[in-house]
């Protein structure tokens, strides 16, 4: 078992910056995908970046040359830097773990994530 828990969310104004941050627990596992999702109201849940255990990633193109995925394996937590934010960057964020692969899908489908966090709001205002 792992369990997820997010932090960092807040309100900003557009063209601002936040980090979120993801600290794991529980069982740990040397092959990974790690993920970020969100999901606005009234929409899907969706991907936005993901890295894997040996430290690729891959990001949804709305969020390329934005936000950075990056992980502190000594630290067991995932973070995400969001710069440049837009209003449409408004949801609450999702932190999620794939365990015992190390591949990331490109397309960030929500399948092979077993585990989920909690949640954390972000809003961006214009």
């Known amino acids: 078992q792992v369990q997820l828990v997010e932090s960092g969310g807040g309100s900003v104004q557009a063209g601002g910056s936040l980090r979120l941050s993801c600290a794991a627990s529980g069982n740990t596992y040397s092959s990974y995908c790690m993920g970020w999702f969100r999901q606005a109201p009234g929409k899907e849940r969706e991907g936005v970046a993901a890295?894997?255990?040996?430290?690729?990633?891959t990001y949804a193109d709305s969020v390329k040359g934005r936000f950075t995925i990056s992980q502190d394996n000594a630290k067991n937590t995932l973070y995400l830097q969001m710069n440049s934010l837009k209003p449409e960057d408004t949801a609450m964020y999702y932190c999620?773990?794939?365990?015992?692969?190390?591949?990331?899908?490109?397309?960030?489908?929500?399948?092979?994530?077993?585990?989920w966090g909690q949640g954390t709001q972000v809003t961006v205002s214009s």
């Open positions: 999620a773990a794939a365990l015992g692969g190390s591949y990331c899908y490109s397309e960030l489908p929500e399948w092979p994530f077993g585990y």
């Open positions: 890295i894997d255990s040996d430290g690729s990633t």
